[in-house]
């Protein structure tokens, strides 16, 4: 019994609304990609050694700043290792942490450029978009020469629905230092257009540019993936997710990628496994909500209704820590809970930002309470 085509889009990658999977794959890449490097702070801590994991590098950068606590360019530092432990952990918590972190090293020096930047790609985690432009906007003004900015600036642009600036941007991204998150940035936005070959040409940029280490490997290959899926090529999909698996076989993303393959063949109790595992590992709303769709369509109701609840509890928590999360809610009430509801949720979602996904929730969200697209949304084609 394959799940409904909703079910399945909504799950996959291409949507951004709760910045779950691409987004915050893309943030992934600005983090992997060496821009802004953990400096070795004034007062002489140790600096964590070569392959360190995030935490260790929390560790080493936290006790430099016990050492010299007048270091605003290693408190930019520690917060942007917060977000990247956000990434990896699914946990919203250092969201706070993050902020404090920035807070400080603009406390110390209010024309930082790290912080500043940092605070923008905060913004992006909580659906901020317009404070997220403004932030970026004035880390481009503190120095316009630092590429990955850009992303912040072309992420805010997209998400609010200004697609001829977000063009404008990558163009000058292109123009200043053309990298991995530039390509990447490019397919997504290609995407949203329809351009899916587009899309796939800009991966095969990103894949050349982006070295050899594992993590950008890993990052890359599921987008290629999630294209893939996207545009109905299961083999493909499955062959790529299947590559970043033989290299990194814990690699959450990855793993989801072949979970909707398989829920989508009506292979199920696979799926759910492979969504369990997931879930386990990084419990996003939108990984409980396919747990519990596939464990619904294999007639499992009570496990369906745990998959529901663990969504639910993991959006209050994003909520509790400064996240809008309208656009989950609004897709989750259509599909889990009251369309009405939804309807509310995704018309004030679209009026925020008029993208290409908050049209997408909201036009779902009027078919489920039976409403005419037509009558509510009217596209004036500009």
């Given at each position: 019994m394959a799940l409904s085509r909703r079910g399945l889009q909504f799950k996959l990658a291409a949507a951004v609304l709760t910045f779950a999977a691409l987004l915050l794959a893309l943030r992934g890449l600005d983090g992997s990609g060496g821009e802004l490097p953990i400096a070795e702070s004034a007062g002489g801590g140790a600096a964590a050694p070569p392959g360190a994991t995030t935490e260790q590098r929390v560790s080493s950068l936290e006790a430099q700043l016990a050492a010299d606590p007048a270091d605003p360019e290693g408190y930019g530092q520690l917060g942007l290792l917060y977000l990247q432990r956000v990434r990896e952990s699914g946990d919203p918590a250092l969201y706070t942490k993050a902020e404090g972190a920035f807070d400080e090293a603009l406390r110390i020096d209010p024309e930082n450029f790290t912080a500043t930047s940092g605070l923008g790609s905060l913004a992006l985690s909580r659906h901020d978009f317009r404070r997220a432009l403004e932030l970026g906007e004035r880390a481009r003004r503190i120095n316009p020469q630092i590429p990955l900015n850009y992303g912040v600036i072309a992420d805010a642009q997209i998400e609010l629905g200004r697609y001829s600036a977000a063009a404008d941007?990558?163009?000058?991204?292109?123009?200043?230092?053309?990298?991995?998150?530039?390509?990447?940035?490019?397919?997504?936005?290609?995407?949203?257009?329809?351009?899916?070959?587009?899309?796939?040409?800009?991966?095969?940029?990103?894949?050349?540019?982006?070295?050899?280490?594992?993590?950008?490997?890993?990052?890359?290959?599921?987008?290629?993936?999630?294209?893939h899926l996207t545009r109905g090529a299961y083999g493909d999909a499955h062959a790529a997710y299947r590559r970043v698996l033989g290299a990194d076989p814990d690699y959450a993303p990855a793993k989801f990628g072949l979970a909707q393959i398989e829920a989508g063949r009506g292979e199920l109790a696979s799926a759910i496994r492979r969504y369990r595992e997931v879930v386990r590992v990084l419990p996003l709303p939108e990984y409980a909500i396919a747990l519990g769709d596939a464990e619904q369509a294999a007639g499992r109701t009570p496990a369906a209704r745990r998959g529901y609840a663990l969504a639910h509890e993991q959006i209050r928590m994003e909520t509790a820590r400064g996240v809008n999360t309208d656009a989950e809610l609004a897709l989750f009430e259509a599909d889990h809970g009251s369309p009405s509801t939804a309807v509310a949720l995704a018309r004030d979602g679209w009026r925020y930002a008029p993208s290409v996904n908050s049209a997408d929730s909201y036009a779902w969200a009027l078919s489920q309470a039976g409403r005419s697209i037509a009558e509510h949304m009217p596209f004036t084609g500009g």
């Open positions: 941007t990558l163009q000058r991204w292109v123009d200043l230092r053309p990298e991995l998150s530039t390509y990447a940035r490019i397919s997504y936005f290609r995407e949203l257009h329809g351009d899916i070959g587009g899309a796939l040409a800009a991966m095969r940029l990103a894949v050349s540019a982006g070295g050899d280490t594992p993590e950008n490997f890993s990052y890359v290959e599921t987008l290629v993936g999630n294209l």
